[in-house]
């Protein structure tokens, strides 16, 4: 019925009536549990919203956001899956960020990380607000305690190192200072500082107190913000050298730090990066899933 509707107003070129069933109809629809049928609905939307060429507006944002906070979330849910790759989609084509717009971004993460999909959630939230960063802080220790890594910074490493790699420095440092915090209050013998002192500094330089974890990848992300605070090529050429063992972990790592090396400190193949196409290539691809287990090293290199 909804469908015959709907395409009787398309006909009559009354699409806002059509966008307004079908945005009811798959609400109605998703009440009474029937999930499927709703998330016909609530595509036939979007493919209006394409079709009719609707802006971004909070009223358009709205109707879509509407809809995603009805459906369950459950594992293998692909309809919310490809109503969600879709909404995206849809707001990176009419909107002004080209990976998606940030807020919804940041609602549809927030609710996976509510749900404690922290993969789910941080594959959206790494292309949020100011307030997703911080987010991810607390995802990053969360997820880091359900022992799934043996290097517990690895998930702090995944969020911080994304944002770097979209050149998200202040971001990168919420999710970081979020992060620590969590640790220094909740397990405070795995944090601590030590003065750190660039080998690029001329001897009898002042060392400066960074944070420091006794998981190697959280105290790589430490100094990695710092050398990047400071543009420092040859420091973070040492830097990346020295915790290459700690991102074996996960090839992901690699690929991040080599995106950075490119668009902090012009490093890497002669081509100039495409930052936007990869990371479109990485959103509606998504992030690798983390493994199921790691190495962990405990020493701290480039410390005093």
Same mark, same amino acid.
């Given at each position: 019925?909804? !469908?015959?509707?709907?395409?009787?107003?398309?006909? #009559? @070129?009354? /699409?806002?009536?059509?966008? +307004?069933?079908? !945005?009811?109809?798959?609400?109605?629809?998703?009440?009474?549990?029937?999930? =499927?049928?709703a998330a016909d609905l609530a595509g036939r939307m979007l %493919?209006? $919203?394409?079709?009719? =060429?609707?802006?971004?507006? %909070?009223?358009? @944002? *709205?109707?879509? &956001?509407?809809?995603?906070?009805?459906? /369950?979330?459950?594992?293998?849910?692909?309809?919310?899956?490809?109503?969600?790759? +879709? *909404?995206i989609k849809w707001t990176s084509k009419h909107g002004n960020c080209p990976t998606g717009d940030p807020q919804l971004q !940041?609602?549809? =993460?927030? @609710?996976?990380?509510?749900?404690?999909e922290y993969y789910d959630a941080e594959s959206h939230l790494v292309y949020g607000t100011n307030d997703s960063a911080k987010a991810l802080g607390h995802l990053a220790f969360e997820w880091?305690?359900? =022992?799934?890594?043996?290097?517990?910074? $690895?998930?702090?490493?995944?969020? +911080?190192l994304s944002l770097l790699a979209q050149k998200k420095l202040h971001k990168a440092h919420i999710a970081f200072e979020t992060y620590a915090k969590s640790v220094q209050s909740q397990t405070p013998s795995e944090a601590t500082t030590a003065p750190f002192r660039p080998t690029t500094d001329p001897a009898g330089s002042p060392a400066q107190? &960074?944070? &420091?974890?006794?998981?190697?990848? +959280?105290?790589? &992300?430490?100094?990695?913000?710092?050398?990047?605070?400071?543009?420092?090529?040859?420091?973070?050429?040492?830097?990346? *050298?020295?915790?290459?063992?700690?991102? %074996?972990?996960?090839?992901?790592? !690699?690929?991040?730090?080599?995106?950075?090396? *490119?668009?902090?400190?012009?490093?890497? /193949?002669? #081509?100039? /990066?495409?930052?936007?196409? %990869?990371?479109m290539k990485s959103l509606f691809a998504g992030p690798p899933p983390p493994p199921a287990a790691g190495r962990s090293r405990q020493a701290v290199t480039g410390l005093d």
């Open positions: 019925m909804y !469908h015959s509707v709907c395409q009787r107003f398309v006909k #009559q @070129k009354k /699409p806002n009536d059509a966008i +307004a069933l079908l !945005h009811s109809g798959s609400l109605n629809l998703l009440k009474y549990g029937q999930i =499927g049928s %493919d209006l $919203y394409e079709s009719e =060429g609707v802006e971004l507006s %909070d009223a358009s @944002k *709205a109707r879509v &956001v509407e809809i995603f906070q009805a459906f /369950p979330v459950q594992e293998e849910n692909t309809y919310l899956t490809d109503f969600v790759r +879709a *909404a !940041h609602i549809v =993460g927030s @609710k996976f990380f509510k749900e404690k880091s305690q359900q =022992g799934y890594c043996t290097d517990k910074g $690895y998930f702090i490493a995944r969020s +911080a107190q &960074v944070p &420091v974890f006794s998981h190697r990848l +959280a105290t790589f &992300v430490s100094l990695l913000l710092f050398v990047i605070q400071r543009d420092s090529l040859d420091q973070f050429t040492i830097l990346r *050298a020295e915790y290459r063992t700690a991102l %074996d972990i996960d090839g992901y790592l !690699h690929a991040l730090v080599d995106k950075i090396a *490119a668009v902090w400190f012009n490093l890497g /193949p002669k #081509q100039q /990066p495409n930052i936007i196409e %990869d990371l």
